[in-house]
T-cell receptor, first 113, second 115 residues
């Protein structure tokens, strides 16, 4: 069955420190992979996506993610976290463009000063 | 980027009444729209997929008679929660797929509270 696992429920990072949020997927075909961010009571904002090509994907707000097929992973990274990055982060997978996505349970990011 | 608008953003209703939530693609035609439900501090669960002009496809466990979905045009899909109960209280989010590219965009969500 298709699934997305985000092993970390809650992560706290100091402002200015680097960040890595983990995402593992289980998918039969070549996956379309996404990272979304959600602020409290808000909808989802797309950070970045991977369909094919270069496995290191650059997104908005200084985020990047790397697709590693051998590890079935699509981890999100940011070299220097800002207090405004505190939010809920969701990894999602789909089987092609325009189809419904399967979401992970999310990782809550807190940023300490 | 493309904009998907949901209305209302917040709604409070009495138990037993029906509530309609609209999802509009403002600047593109949406071949397909998806409705998700999100419980507090949890992930998004797909409820149904709607294609313009045809019946919605519901995920297992979702009551189609309770959650009525209509996709009457390429820019509008509606979710009606019928005979709402407190357990229907949740955050409902729609997403729309652009007709030509298949790219997905999400609405801002609608928080339903049933008293």
């Amino acid at each position: 069955a298709q699934s997305v696992t985000q092993p970390d429920i809650h992560i706290t990072v100091s402002e200015g420190a680097s960040l890595e949020l983990r995402c593992n997927y289980s998918y039969g075909a070549t996956p379309y992979l996404f990272w979304y961010v959600q602020s409290p009571g808000q909808g989802l904002q797309l950070l970045l996506k991977y369909f094919s090509g270069d496995t290191l994907v650059q997104g908005i707000k200084g985020f990047e993610a790397e697709f590693k097929r051998s590890q079935s992973s699509f981890n999100l990274r940011k070299p220097s976290v800002h207090w405004s990055d505190a939010a809920e982060y969701f990894c999602a997978v789909g089987d092609q463009a325009g189809t419904a996505l399967i979401f992970g349970k999310g990782t809550t990011l807190s940023v300490s000063s | 980027g493309a904009v998907v608008s949901q209305h209302p953003s917040r709604v409070i209703c009495k138990s037993g009444t029906s509530v309609k939530i609209e999802c509009r693609s403002l600047d593109f035609q949406a071949t397909t729209m998806f409705w998700y439900r999100q419980f507090p501090k949890q992930s998004l669960m797909l409820m149904a997929t709607s294609n313009e002009g045809s019946k919605a496809t519901y995920e297992q466990g979702v009551e189609k008679d309770k959650f009525l979905i209509n996709h009457a045009s390429l820019t509008l899909s509606t979710l009606t929660v019928t005979s709402a109960h407190p357990e229907d209280s949740s955050f409902y989010i729609c997403s729309a797929s652009i007709r030509n590219t298949g790219e997905l965009f999400f609405g801002e969500g609608s928080r339903l509270t049933v008293l």
